[in-house]
Every structure is written in C-alpha cells, then in structure tokens.
C-alpha cells in the first residue's frame, strides 16, 4: 500500500491481482485495475506524477500512465521468480527491482516501448528479501532471510556487478540480550575507541564504486538463533534504517532502528564507508505468522508506524517525538509508544504515511485500507 508523489492518489497493491486507486482526501474510490497482474501485487512505485511501475508474483513489473488505466504502458520481463520490491534512482532515472530469484534489475525507462525496454542484472545475493536506495541514491541495501543486511557504498548503478568486482566490508557483531544490556565483551557504540569498525579486503584492482559491506546486525532476544529481516524500511534524511526482523522459529519479532555510522576509512583515499549501530527496538505483537509486515518512517522521520496485530502503534524514539539525531549515542534505548490504533477486523500487513497529507493508511489480510488523520 503506497501513497504516490502524485497529490491526489493512494494507490494499492492487492493480493488478487488487483490495484485499486484512491482520493486520500475524501476517501473515495476513483478506480480498480481488475487484472493488473496475473497473480499478487507486491509493490507501487510511482517514477513521477503520472507514469507508476507495478511488480507481482508472476515475475513481471508493468508500468501505468495515471491519464490512460485501461491498458499499461508496457510490461517489463526479465525476473525469474517472485517480484517484491521496486525502487527508481532519480540521478539515473533508472528503475530498479528486486525478486525471490535474488536478483537486482534495472531497466532504462528512458527507453521503453510497447514490448519493453533495456534491463540488465545488476546484482545477485541468496536469500533476497528487500531492496531499498537510499533518498540520495548513493547507496542500496539489501535485506536477506539468512538475517544478513548487504549495503553498496557508493553506488554506480551503470556498472553490472559480478562475483569478485566489488570490494567487500566485512562488519562484527553487535550482542545485545533481550533486556537490551549488552552481552559481556561485546562491542560498545558509545566512542569511537570502542565503536565495532568494518574490516576492508584489500584487493588490487578494486573499484571504490559498488563497495559491499556484508552485516549480521544483532536483535535483541535472538543472540543465539538467527533470524529473518523481512521489512526493510529507510530514514527520510538517510540517517538510518528501519527493520522488521523475526526469529527463525517465528515465535518472536521486532522492529529496530540502526543509524548510520562512520567506519575506518579504507587504505586507499576513497569515499567514507559507513557501518550501523543499534540505536532502537521494541518487541511485537508476533500475529499472522508467515506474513511480512511493512513498517514505514514519518515524512520528517520523527514517528514509525508499525502493524502491530489489528491495528498500529506510532512508535518515537523519545516522549517529546524528537528527532533521530538529537539522542545521544550512548546505550540502546527502547522505542517509545505515542499511539496505538485498532481499526481492522484482520491482521495488519502494511501502513504507510503520506507525503504531501497529514495522515496515515493501513491495509490488513482481508483487504480492508484504513485512513487516519490527527484530530486537532
């Protein structure tokens, strides 16, 4: 469920094939693709505001003209599995996606025709979950279901990447129990003497462009299990992420804020690198097991909002819903509850805020989308 850049629509993705598009103002419904896909749609994503992308289990992405929705604009084929997320880099007007086969695409919009346009694999990785770009495009991270998070410095989304071009940045653990205290000899976030540094390969010939930085970032709870990161959400400034991990046994879940952090420069003079540090968590509601559950930063990144059983809970990072870069970094804290909200007659999948309207949506299992706007 997607709120578009577009001022006057909500779009939403179904599980039966369907988009339906709405006015977030007056909650009218304006129109529904019967048969967008031929199987479930994951994803919206809208390039400006009229043209928006679609993608689906059937392994296509379509692209849609909000001034012509009987028919699309183009189908895109090139994935071979599931297709769950999309993504568009506004430097190189590139549309990026990402699928159950563990692939990365992009495709030169720029380009298309009826019968499609220009793609090529940019990347591959096992156990693929979600991809996002950061807001500036400079780096794309990556969340897999063996609990790793990849992300790609400096990113160069012109250049295909195959095993052993890139450089690798190999980062430690940090331990945290459930009670949130660190494990004894763990790494400690709160100096730079005892901050956990990524380790560089040293490589000749390696390109600073596309540098990957594989983590293994710690839940709380799970030291000794691993676990799945299922959402992946990023910080409107890009000072953080945003994640929705479960544990392997699915009797256990959280939602965990991890700030961007300088690591050690590299041997050679390139651009800084960067590493996360745990600075939120709290544990869910564990519902609707099997279901990915997609969380979502406030336009200002002040406020989460997280699915949390039947309805959604507005999470801070403190009681006066202050920014992210105003708490100092020192222990781990719990996120703060400001609100919680119970509308549904299912399980909450997904919620989203608007960019241009004070207001937030959800969509639960049965397909019902719910509308709140603060009362002032």
């Not at 992946?232 to 953080?240: D, E, I, N, T, V």
């Not at 007659?345 to 969509?363: I, M, N, R």
Request: hydrophobic share 30%; charged share 25%.
């Amino acid at each position: 469920l997607l709120p578009s850049g577009c001022r006057s629509v909500l779009t939403v993705a179904c599980e039966q094939t369907e988009v339906l598009l709405f006015d977030p103002v007056s909650s009218k419904h304006i129109k529904t693709l019967v048969e967008a896909h031929e199987d479930c749609v994951n994803n919206i994503r809208f390039l400006d505001n009229r043209l928006f992308a679609t993608c689906s289990d059937d392994t296509t992405i379509a692209l849609w003209d909000l001034r012509k929705l009987n028919t699309k604009v183009c189908s895109l084929h090139g994935h071979a599995s599931w297709v769950k997320n999309i993504e568009y880099d506004t430097n190189t007007r590139l549309l990026v996606t990402s699928g159950f086969d563990g692939n990365v695409i992009t495709w030169d919009t720029n380009r298309f025709t009826e019968d499609g346009c220009p793609h090529k694999k940019f990347f591959h990785t096992r156990y693929l979950m979600r991809m996002r770009l950061t807001p500036d495009c400079s780096k794309m991270l990556i969340s897999t279901s063996s609990g790793y998070l990849l992300i790609l410095h400096d990113l160069d989304l012109t250049q295909s990447l195959e095993v052993g071009t890139y450089r690798t940045l190999r980062s430690r653990r940090t331990t945290l129990n459930a009670d949130g205290s660190r494990t004894p000899g763990a790494p400690r976030h709160g100096n730079d003497s005892s901050k956990a540094r990524p380790q560089a390969s040293h490589r000749e010939g390696a390109s600073p462009r596309n540098s990957l930085e594989v983590l293994t970032p710690e839940v709380p709870g799970e030291r000794d299990r691993g676990n799945c990161i299922t959402s992946l959400q990023l910080h409107p400034k890009g000072w953080a992420t945003l994640l929705r991990c479960s544990s392997n046994t699915d009797d256990q879940e959280w939602t965990c804020v991890y700030e961007f952090q300088e690591g050690a420069p590299p041997v050679r003079a390139v651009s800084p690198r960067r590493s996360l540090r745990l600075t939120h968590y709290i544990e869910e509601a564990n519902v609707g097991r099997g279901y990915i559950k997609e969380l979502c930063f406030s336009p200002d990144g002040r406020l989460v909002c997280s699915p949390f059983g039947y309805g959604v809970r507005l999470l801070a990072f403190d009681g006066r819903c202050g920014e992210l870069a105003d708490r100092p970094a020192t222990e781990t804290e719990r996120l703060r509850e400001v609100r919680s909200v119970y509308s549904h007659s299912d399980v909450v999948l997904t919620t989203k805020f608007s960019p241009t309207h004070c207001q937030l949506a959800s969509g639960c299992l049965s397909g019902q989308v719910s509308l709140y706007q603060p009362r002032f």
